[in-house]
Each structure stands twice: as C-alpha cells, then as structure tokens.
C-alpha cells in the first residue's frame, strides 16, 4: 500500500526566499511521484512528476523535486518565492497504476 | 495533455435531493476517475469510472449513493444522491492516456443546507 506524509501544512515565506515542502512517501514497489498546485476555487495543476530515470525533475514555474529513495522523499523546492506562488501544494504517489494517492496538502504563504 | 471541463461549476442544494455533475474530456481517455476534497483536506478517491460498465468504487463509497456513469472515452458523470450536509465537498474529475499523468477538472464546488 502506498502513502504519502506532507510536513507541514501551512508554510510562510518572503517573496525571493527559498521555498521548500516536504513531502515523504511509503510504497511497496518503485513509485510514480507527483507534485500537483491547486490555486484557490481552481482544480489541480500538474507541476512535475517522477517516473524513472533522472531522480532531479524540473516542473513548471521554477520548481523541481529531487527523489531520494534512500530518504523516501521527493520535496519540492523553488529558490525564489513569488507572490503568484502562494497556492495549496499536494504530494501525490501511485504504485504505477492509476490510482494517486494524495497528502493532506501544504499551503504556501509567500509575503512582500 | 488533456483539458477537462466540469458542470456545474458549484450549486447549493436542500437535503435530500441528488446532483448529478457532468466531466467532459476534450481527447479520448483511458481512465475517468472522481474524487472528493472536503473542506479544508486533501483528495479522496471515490470511484474509477469505468467506460461500458460499473463503476469500480474505492472502500466508504457505495453505488447508491454515488452512482457513476461512462458512456464514452471521453464522458462521465457522478451523481450525489439523497444528499445531506455531510456530503458538502469539492467532487473533481480526472482522465489519463498513461499511468504517469492525470488531468484534473476545475472541480464542482457543493453545499447542501
């Protein structure tokens, strides 16, 4: 069975400082990894995704996540916070199925 | 990639009375699937919608109470029954072509009073 552990659900930062969210999973299989943005009253966005290969994934607006097998972690991370990233991030994995499995969700908070 | 697009995009509903809410693809898709965000945390899973047969629902969810339609690869709907304040959520649709992406609906907003 897979799960997913957010660290943290609010998270505040100044517009231009490092963001990071945390995100740890438990699979029984190699995962599938997803980083998804939800701005507020919209639907879920893609940001970026893990499948194989390169364990250092770029996504859209500046993020990427690195996954780490040995921590069983794929945190986000974007170096210069904007305003327009102030959203709700969710961590999702799969088991290489279709079924995500989601985390509880992080909001960012980004402050002038 | 895949646009997907839902109706209604919210309604407020009395108790007891059931909604149905329609998630058009614009590109054939392998799987549909419906999940529930409730106020405040993260996606449920509900069902997988199957295309020509029932829906395959996840544990805590029932037939009768969210039945689920698929008539096409690129249509579904999911229909909210006998509702009551509990049932206040975000309902969101997705589609795949692969196991390695999902596309999401803009979700359709509820409230029963």
């Known amino acids: 069975a897979q799960s997913v552990t957010q660290l943290g659900s609010h998270v505040s930062v100044s517009e231009g400082a490092l963001v990071l969210l945390r995100c740890n999973y438990s699979?029984?299989?190699?995962?599938?990894l997803f980083w998804y943005v939800q701005y507020p009253n919209q639907g879920l966005q893609l940001l970026l995704k893990?499948?194989?290969?390169?364990?250092l994934v770029k996504g859209i607006n500046g993020f990427e996540a690195e996954f780490k097998k040995s921590e069983t972690s794929f945190h986000l991370t974007k170096p210069s916070a904007h305003m327009s990233d102030a959203a709700e991030y969710f961590c999702?994995?799969?088991?290489?199925?279709?079924?995500?499995?989601f985390g509880t969700g992080t909001r960012l908070q980004v402050f002038p | 990639s895949a646009v997907i697009s839902q109706k209604p995009s919210r309604d407020i509903c009395q108790r007891g009375t059931s909604l149905t809410i329609q998630c058009q693809v614009d590109?054939?898709?392998?799987?549909m699937f419906w999940y529930r965000q409730q106020p405040g945390q993260s996606l449920t899973l509900i069902a997988t919608?199957?295309?020509?047969?029932?829906?395959?629902?996840e544990s805590g969810f029932v037939i009768d109470k969210f039945p689920i339609s698929r008539p096409n690869l690129t249509f579904s709907t999911l229909t909210v029954s006998n509702m009551s304040p509990e049932d206040s959520s975000i309902y969101l649709c997705?589609?795949?072509?692969?196991?390695?992406?999902?596309?999401f609906g803009p979700g359709t907003r509820l409230t029963v009073l």
């Open positions: 590109s054939q898709v392998t799987m």
């Open positions: 919608a199957n295309q020509g047969s029932e829906a395959t629902y």
């Open positions: 699979s029984s299989v190699p995962p599938y």
């Open positions: 999702a994995v799969s088991d290489r199925s279709d079924k995500l499995i």
């Open positions: 997705s589609g795949t072509h692969s196991t390695d992406t999902q596309y």
């Open positions: 893990y499948t194989t290969g390169a364990t």
